[in-house]
């Protein structure tokens, strides 16, 4: 009987296969140069539009469901409307407010440039074209509004973008990072300190993102050097325990003398990023 079980396993280090996910949305597309110089909006309109017919074919099928599922299913619905309509009041605000819009280009521009580093490192060749995923555009359109208006009724919200490991979620917010500092300049060149804070709940995963992070900045800076001279410089740092990083200046020696004779430091090292 196929019904019955017959065994039981248990195991100390259990694993289940996660499929990929699979990000691309037919007939749209969103590579990084149609946002850099002459600002693309028809192709954001097209992503807009795009999800809100899947909101649509999903609101058909909501129809067979009853009780709490359709209770479910609804308020599901509801809340997607919503991020459709505050995707289209991103880019309502790319077509009226050219600061936004200066923002907006300036930091594809250092997205692609930064991207193009990383290729280049890994496999030693610069790809034709770099592209958004519809989800991270989706994420970068809806919260627009909040970081450009102090007014915004957005700035009350908190968004979880909740996508699997490898999925793309750093370029997300990495592009949304640009843009804060990038638009903060524009506005007014004096202003400076701190703009963004990255807070990191898994240690493993710190010095791989700060050095993402940085080469974000380090891109960034180099535009701002040419297209907002007059502006402060963007700078990057970072705050964590001795785990990771000597917390007195004699302790800062000894590892450095110890990585000038070629020995490998496991912890409290001074060298965050590799030149």
Not at 22 to 46: I, K, Q, Y
Not at 119 to 127: A, D, H, L, S, Y
Not at 180 to 195: F, M, Q
Request: charged letters at 25%; a neutral charge.
């Amino acid at each position: 009987d196929s019904d019955v079980v017959t065994e039981v396993r248990t195991t100390f280090l259990p694993t289940h296969e996660v499929h990929r996910a699979d990000t691309a949305v037919a007939g749209v597309s969103l590579p990084m140069t149609a946002f850099t110089e002459d600002l693309e909006t028809d192709r954001l309109h097209g992503l807009v539009a795009a999800y809100r017919t899947w909101i649509d074919q999903r609101q058909g099928e909501a129809a067979g469901l009853k009780g709490s599922l359709r209770a479910q299913a609804d308020e599901h619905l509801r809340l997607a409307r919503e991020a459709s309509d505050r995707m289209d009041a991103g880019i309502q605000l790319l077509d009226s407010n050219p600061d936004a819009r200066r923002a907006f280009t300036l930091m594809n521009r250092a997205m692609k440039q930064q991207r193009d580093k990383q290729e280049f490192i890994r496999t030693g060749k610069v790809p034709a074209q770099q592209s958004w995923r519809p989800f991270q555009m989706a994420f970068i359109l809806m919260n627009l509004p909040g970081l450009t208006d102090p007014a915004s009724e957005d700035r009350g919200l908190a968004d979880l973008l909740w996508f699997p490991t490898g999925g793309g979620k750093t370029e997300a917010y990495l592009g949304l990072i640009g843009y804060a500092i990038l638009h903060r300049r524009i506005k007014n060149p004096t202003h400076g300190g701190v703009s963004v804070l990255m807070r990191y709940t898994l240690r493993l995963l710190t010095l791989q993102q700060f050095e993402r992070a940085t080469g974000l900045i380090c891109a960034l800076e180099m535009i701002r050097r040419t297209e907002l001279p007059d502006a402060v410089p963007v700078t990057i740092g970072l705050w964590v325990g001795q785990g990771a990083t000597p917390n007195k200046l004699p302790e800062a020696k000894k590892a450095l003398a110890k990585l000038a004779r070629g020995e490998e430091i496991q912890t409290e090292n001074p060298m965050q990023l590799q030149v």
